[in-house]
């Protein structure tokens, strides 16, 4: 930290491995952070625990969880994280769009995060998407990214009337999940602390089954790292 | 309506006098439409009784109010609509961007569309902004509806595993209030169903003053029709 004035970014913090990395990237640039967290019904609500805990190890100015209701009785659903639907078990992504897909669930995130940014005053929003060891969302390419930033610059006062220029930082784009988790390690990041399974036990342990446990649990062989996770002994790591 | 099977359209319904005729024009066009609003914490929540009644009145398939809370408790407000911010009554827009903007509210609003739309296979939203008589918000424009169309067909399983294609209607664009007023009432909207004013009494009768209700009843003059607004005793008119 400098001793001019700390810009201020608003970054989404969902409590997994990647936001606690982008969270502590965010602050490596030297960035006040505001972390917004989503209360959507997701079937794993478990990592909001960990959201608020990422943010407070992490040093965030403060966090903020915002309901919105995208299950089906809210009128959304169709998706395994939101609706009646079995979160896969089967292994590598085969390419496809997997049914743990959201609709349009980082458009609306990052809308929310970018009227958040506008209200207290900041132009830059962190999200940490990825397109190397990811599930195939569309909602996390860099094309999207870029897309919504041009909204985000035609869409607000802050751009219109005061001649801001947000930006959508999205540090993690082109990192392995190794090269993530070994940059999260040298900045002190505590993935113990972080949660990514979309198939929680209650007590919050993890599946090691589902998609997001697979991709955690290779990052971390692949980096050469002991892997922090608490799994569920029914799990089959 | 022909007898080739319908299409459906997402429309955005306020409760006021563009998106009732957005609505009319979505039906003229042959889609049958979900009518979706928005409880957003706003001082002018009346508007959703008129939505309702609107979209039953132009036979909407369905009518689904999202809530999601943009008031400075929520930690949005910043606006006019939201926070305890006085509803400007100075008469004419002065051309600068008014307090009644709502920070980032179209483009919540269209990724929340976006989200129902993909969720009942919808390709067609309908959005009943204005770049002609309107009050300055920035993401009522041309531009911002196109950067967000973008968006659209970048962030989504239905864009980009199925091939579809969305699309961001926005009828009124550049009509004037009076030209879409005079629209409206050739398509049968009656108009006494809808509610424009930003700061309504209690029993939901327009105050007379505000920017909206200024443009609304401009237009009714202008257009040479007989104004069905209910206008409080106080009211300038």
């Known amino acids: 930290m400098t001793d001019t004035a700390r810009k201020t970014a608003v970054v989404l913090v969902s409590g997994g491995l990647d936001s606690a990395t982008t969270l502590a990237i965010a602050r490596r640039e030297g960035y006040t952070s505001h972390a917004l967290s989503f209360d959507y019904s997701q079937r794993h609500r478990y990592e ?68 958040y940014a506008e209200v207290i005053g900041s132009f830059d929003i962190f999200i940490g ?15 999207f990214v870029k897309a919504f930033e041009a909204v985000a610059n035609l869409a607000t006062a802050a751009a219109d009337r005061d001649r801001g220029r947000f930006t959508i930082h999205a540090p993690l784009m082109w990192l392995t999940k190794a090269q993530i988790i070994r940059r999260g390690v ?7 602390l972080t949660h990514s399974c979309y198939d929680p036990a209650e007590d919050g342990a993890a599946c090691g089954r589902c998609d997001s446990c697979r991709l955690r649990a290779a990052g971390f062989r692949s980096a050469g790292l002991p892997d922090p996770t608490r799994y569920a002994r029914s799990g089959n790591r």
């Open 48 to 115: 909001l625990g960990a959201a608020r805990r990422v943010a407070e190890a992490m040093g965030a100015a403060c966090h903020r969880v915002v309901k919105i209701d995208l299950s089906a009785s809210g009128g959304f659903g169709r998706s395994a994280l939101t609706d009646e639907i079995a979160v896969p078990t089967g292994g590598e992504n085969t390419g496809g769009i997997p049914p743990t897909y959201v609709p349009a669930r980082n458009t609306i995130f990052l809308s929310l995060a970018l009227g």
């Open 129 to 143: 998407v990825n397109a190397v060891d990811y599930s195939g969302y569309p909602d996390c390419r860099e094309e």
């Open 186 to 192: 040298q900045m002190g990041v505590d993935y113990s």
